[in-house]
């Protein structure tokens, strides 16, 4: 189950960011501070000057995700383990989908970057990349994109329904 979250600026990619194929890779930049809480940013993969660092001024969209909204007995336990890093990024991918889904997009592919991560980080530092697909995408027959594995939904069946705030 994810960790509350709010969104601190919606999801704003350009449509033409997408290449021909409908694909968009990004990048899911994600700290913890020292109040336990989570802020997430979406970058895209590289920069107009290609400096790495200019690529981080350029946020696509960004929320933070707490553990403040749940059960104080866990709050210990959960701030020791690693499931906490594990509960932020999944809280973010439940925000990504649900930003995609409201625009017709959806979450194709994730690739947590964790291994690049020097260890004493890891527990700070998330980063992961993220591959959107737009509705002119299609993909092979018998494909399950990340978004339905993760919820169970899709935009087909469940086209009514939003996932996230």
Known sequence: MPLPYTTRKPL???PDLFNADGVLAIVLHGTRDDNDIWTFNLHPTG???GKPADALAI???????SIADTDDRQHDE??????FRDLALESALFWVIGETRKRGWRLAHLDDQTKIIDRAQ????IIAHLVLVNETFEPLPGTVLLDEQITGLTPERNADRVVGD
């Open 78 to 83: 959960l701030r020791a383990g690693p499931e």
């Open 122 to 125: 890891q527990p700070t530092l």
């Open 47 to 49: 920069s107009p000057t």
């Open 59 to 65: 946020v696509y969209g960004s929320l933070s995700a």
């Open 12 to 14: 704003d990619v350009a």
